[in-house]
T-cell receptor, first 115, second 114 residues
Framework: DVKVTQSSRYLVKRTGEKVFLECVQD?????MFWYRQDPGLGLRLIYF???????EKGDIPEGYSVSREKKERFSLILESASTNQTSMYLC??????????????FGPGTRLTVL | AQSVTQLGSHVSVSEGALVLLRCNYS??????LFWYVQYPNQGLQLLLK??????LVKGINGFEAEFKKSETSFHLTKPSAHMSDAAEYFC????????????FGTGTQLKVEL
């Protein structure tokens, strides 16, 4: 079974703190993605990566950065957390080859609350 | 740019009734379309996808969807709802340019009542 794991299910942080969300996949996928999910807005792409040390901005990258030092691990970083970053964060991964039809596999999510 | 519209943020059906969740898309390239399901406190799980070929696609748990190019639609159906189908459902379209990026709709919460 493909497994995408996220370091925490629930996280509470204070405004201004630096926050790290970690994601690990075990299927040797090239692509990895970070989304945030908010009620009524669906999933919005923050950043994605198609190779080690490669990253591209998604639709809402402001206030976030990412790191991919190893193929299996993709980290989302909130440099200075703010209350409007309270959300559910979902990590996903997929193969790169064969074009656009590849399934994305999702982790269970991290519910982040910024006080 | 691609976009996805899901009509109805909340749908309620009786157990045993037909489930119909609507999805319309816009795409500048031939669309690859997906339906994902999210059970409470879990990540998303693929239900089914359309890439090419047969326009009626069967997925897991008795769900199916039909790609209708003329209507730019990819509605999800299940003949008989079960209590375990209660979840949030997301339609998504794969973006042009590769990289497997998906554009998601805003989701439909399905409630199944006795």
């Amino acid at each position: 079974d493909v497994k995408v794991t996220q370091s925490s299910r629930y996280l509470v942080k204070r405004t201004g703190e630096k926050v790290f969300l970690e994601c690990v996949q075990d299927m040797d996928h090239e692509n990895m993605f970070w989304y945030r999910q908010d009620p009524g807005l669906g999933l919005r792409l923050i950043y994605f990566s198609y190779d080690v040390k490669m990253k591209e901005k998604g639709d809402i990258p402001e206030g976030y950065s990412v790191s991919r030092e190893k193929k299996e691990r993709f980290s989302l970083i909130l440099e200075s957390a703010s209350t409007n970053q309270t959300s559910m964060y979902l990590c996903a991964s997929s193969f790169l080859a064969a074009g656009r039809g590849n399934e994305q596999f999702f982790g269970p999510g991290t519910r982040l609350t910024v006080l | 740019a691609q976009s996805v519209t899901q009509l109805g943020s909340h749908v309620s059906v009786s157990e045993g009734a037909l489930v119909l969740l609507r999805c319309n898309y816009s795409s500048s390239v031939p669309p690859y379309l997906f339906w994902y399901v999210q059970y409470p406190n879990q990540g998303l799980q693929l239900l089914l996808k359309y890439t090419t070929g047969a326009t009626l696609v069967k997925g897991i748990n008795g769900f199916e969807a039909e790609f209708k190019k003329s209507e730019t639609s990819f509605h999800l159906t299940k003949p008989s709802a079960h209590m375990s189908d209660a979840a949030e459902y997301f339609c998504a379209v794969s973006e042009a340019g590769g990289g497997n990026k998906l554009t998601f709709g805003t989701g439909t919460q399905l409630k199944v009542e006795l």
